[in-house]
């Protein structure tokens, strides 16, 4: 293929995307107004109260509102990164034997952090997916686009991703162990 066929796939191709995104925003605009009554004889709270109902109501009962999502994929990519992790855990704990059977006990909570946060970091930072989703053919992408081609995750999306689901479970971790260590049993004081 040269270079200017190429270059002319590539233009109808996003010539394509924009035809469809055209018509999937006329196609909404178009269900909205013929779903909603006539609601400006209403006094103002309720009117409102009316209208912002009406837009819920329109992006949950819709297959195009709610995009749907396969779960089962999803849980299994989170089986293959959890199956992953314990993998390289593992690796980890024999390379830490030699500094003593203590080091691998104690640093637990500790290894599991570095090991998420390096996956995070080379999975989904960078590619916009986990290792099982991408073995799966999945990708995160920003759910609030309305767009018919789907957008990447923005970066404070990321972020904040990157802090709950490393960081979250670390501290949860933390706490748990910190609730066990402290914790009294059926003992009478």
């Known amino acids: 293929m040269t270079s200017a066929d190429f270059a002319a796939a590539q233009k109808r191709v996003l010539e394509r995307r924009q035809r469809l995104e055209l018509e999937a925003q006329t196609r ?3 269900q909205q107004r013929a779903s909603h009554i006539n609601s400006a004889r209403l006094p103002d709270p309720l009117n409102r109260l009316t209208q912002s109902g009406f837009l819920i109501w329109d992006k949950v ?12 994929g999803q849980v299994d990519a989170e089986l293959l990164d959890e199956e992953l992790l314990g993998l390289l855990k593992c690796q980890v704990g024999e390379a830490l034997k030699y500094f003593g059977s203590h080091a691998r006990e104690e640093w637990s909570s500790e290894i599991q952090l570095a090991l998420r946060a390096i996956l995070f970091k ?11 989703a991408s073995l799966q053919g999945l990708q995160y992408v920003d759910s609030r686009s309305t767009s018919a081609v789907p957008k990447p995750p923005t970066t404070w999306q990321k972020l904040l991703h990157g802090l709950f689901t490393v960081g979250g479970r670390y501290a949860w971790e933390k706490w748990e162990s910190w609730l066990i260590e402290h914790e009294n049993g059926y003992d009478e004081v």
Do not use: C, M, Q
């Open 61 to 72: 009962k819709g297959r195009d509102g709610t995009k749907p999502i396969f779960r089962v």
């Open 28 to 30: 909404l605009v178009e």
């Open 122 to 132: 080379l999975s989904i930072w960078d590619h916009n997916a986990s290792y099982g």
